[in-house]
């Protein structure tokens, strides 16, 4: 591999799929964002929305046309009330569907922005971010944004009904026109005093959802522990659960609530201009045409308007389900992805005074690694042994690059390996941690041998009786951890990178693997010229590795170079 595959720079960011990238001052931003990818359709649905509320509009100036009329049942009128029914339900059915549409959209959009971001971001900062708060932002955030779309149809269509409706207003009375402005005027302000809690109110709402998110993963995660223990089982659901539980609907019911008082404030005033307008004619209107009109107007215009106040609360949790993206995805910038040359068969890493710091977010305690001098060589075996906590998988995630050092040098072929190239670096590297994660199909770029060569492998490691590989898909994943390590070890070996990491995975075989691992596999691996680092604690295999590397609090305190004894 050519030195400008690890050191060259890479974008700063990579555009998101139906979602663009939004950088700004305030980084990612979701609505300009979905407004660019989706315009044409959200400019097509807001149209039906717009002929649907003023043909709804329409009927009530028709109706109280007809109430005066001195023949209403003429055919004329009849054909324009019929005409103008048929648009509003038209518009009200296209923008819908239309909407809708846009919801589930805009959903599909966001979950796989998020999934691109989650995929672009750097290893560390995704550990810190946590899985619960992106579960989080995939099953809820996404979702609210996704309902506010849905609901989008109402809030334009009874708009416009409201902004119909009271010119219409005007045109009968000047006078009650102004005194139902001063009624919306008050009705706003209520509610907009009472927003301002109800966004406190739900914001508190997302933080504890996360945590419900992360005990709920928990819930499955320590299935078997809480089966074992009744009353840590009941602690946990009574106590830890249920606090995270009842606090998310505490501060979503206190905030809906709080509408709740807003919406019928502005019912109780509406209620009230009703009341002057029958009993005290405001203005002179007593003509009974111009009353009748208003009452009828006033008693129509609640009905949107409670519609318009009731898609308030999803403007709120899409607002704060928005907000929770942007801070997301700020908290998992995009790591430069680098070109990926031409990959050499063999490849050297070096690790020259190199050191790296692991931080606890909730402590604030530290834990240093290094400084570390480690030359790893192809056809080498490198044996990485210690304590536990002694630093072994964090110093396998540096030399696998997913960790960036914080001094020193980490070097491929004596290229050093920048922060632009450490992604193109990792495409070097194959590697089995101990919390690995097995696919479903084996993820490579398919090939007429690949099933072949997954079979001898299968064969090899002693599955070929458990599991079949067609087209590059596991017949069955339904096994034991042992079995399912087993599997990772061969869908590793078919990536055939030159640099492999084992990480503690002969801890779940018995003798029997353990020695085929040992004595077969590496060895093999060992003779193709693959560079091979393993944590292990099986001393009586010591002697076969090349180079012992023993590691305690982060620091290499011996190693030996001894010829392998076979």
């Not at 994660?437 to 090939?447: D, G, N, R």
């Not at 399912?484 to 075989?509: G, H, N, S, Y």
Request: proline fraction near 4%; charged fraction near 20%; glycine fraction near 12%.
């Amino acid at each position: 591999m050519g030195a400008d595959s690890v050191a060259l720079g890479a974008r700063a960011g990579a555009r998101l799929p139906g979602v663009a990238s939004g950088e700004g001052e305030g980084g990612f931003s979701v609505w300009p964002a979905m407004i660019r990818a989706l315009r044409g359709r959200l400019a097509l649905a807001s149209l039906a929305s717009l002929v649907g509320g003023g043909a709804s509009t329409g009927l009530v100036v028709l109706i109280n046309q007809a109430l005066h009329a001195p023949d209403p049942a003429e055919a004329g009128r009849l054909a324009v009330f019929a005409a103008t029914s048929v648009a509003a339900a038209g518009g009200l059915v296209v923008s819908r569907a239309l909407f809708a549409d846009l919801g589930q959209r805009s959903l599909a959009d966001l979950r796989r922005a998020i999934a691109e971001r989650v995929q672009a971001a750097p290893f560390g900062r995704l550990e810190a971010v946590g899985s619960a708060r992106i579960q989080a932002l995939v099953a809820e955030d996404s979702n609210q944004i996704a309902n506010l779309l849905v609901a989008l149809p109402i809030l334009v269509t009874n708009g416009v009904i409201v902004v119909s409706t009271l010119a219409y207003l005007a045109i009968l009375s000047v006078p009650l026109f102004l005194a139902s402005l001063v009624v919306i005027g008050l009705g706003a302000a209520g509610y907009s005093v009472c927003y301002g809690r109800v966004g406190t109110h739900l914001a508190q709402a997302g933080r504890e959802q996360d945590q419900l998110f992360q005990h709920f993963l928990a819930l499955g995660a320590g299935a078997k522990e809480l089966r074992l223990n009744r009353g840590k089982a009941r602690r946990f659901l009574d106590e830890i659960l249920a606090r995270a539980v009842d606090g998310l609907a505490h501060h979503r019911s206190r905030g809906l609530a709080i509408l709740a008082v807003a919406g019928g404030w502005g019912r109780l005033l509406f209620l009230a201009l009703i009341g002057m307008t029958l009993f005290l004619p405001l203005g002179g209107a007593r003509d009974p045409a111009v009353t009748t009109g208003y009452v009828v107007a006033f008693l129509y215009l609640m009905g949107p308007l409670e519609a318009v106040l009731s898609t308030m609360p999803l403007i709120g949790m899409a607002r704060v389900g928005a907000a929770r993206i942007a801070a997301t995805f700020a908290d998992l910038p995009p790591e430069p992805t680098g070109v990926v040359g031409q990959a050499s068969r063999t490849a050297t890493v070096t690790l020259a005074g190199l050191t790296h710091r692991m931080r606890d977010a909730g402590t604030g305690d530290s834990f240093v690694l290094g400084p570390v001098d480690l030359v790893l060589s192809p056809g080498q075996t490198t044996f990485l042994v210690g304590g536990n906590g002694c630093g072994k998988t964090t110093l396998a995630k540096v030399v696998a690059g997913l960790y960036a050092p914080e001094a020193g040098s980490l070097a491929l072929d004596g290229h050093p390996v920048t922060e632009a190239g450490r992604a193109a670096f990792r495409q070097h590297v194959s590697a089995v941690f101990s919390d690995f994660h097995l696919f479903e199909t084996l993820l490579e770029t398919p090939s007429p041998d690949l099933d072949a060569r997954a079979r001898a492998w299968l064969a090899l490691l002693g599955l070929d009786g458990r599991v079949t590989v067609r087209d590059g898909r596991f017949s069955t994943r339904d096994l034991s951890t042992g079995q399912r390590k087993r599997l990772a070890l061969v869908a590793a070996c078919l990536e055939d990178r030159p640099v492999m990491i084992f990480d503690e995975w002969a801890a779940d075989q018995d003798p029997a693997f353990r020695a085929v691992f040992y004595d077969t596999i590496l060895p093999e691996l060992r003779a193709r010229g693959k560079t091979l680092l393993v944590i292990t604690h099986d001393d009586r295999y010591f002697d076969r590795a090349d180079q012992l590397v023993k590691l305690d609090r982060g620091t290499i305190v011996g190693r030996d170079r001894a010829e392998a004894a076979r």
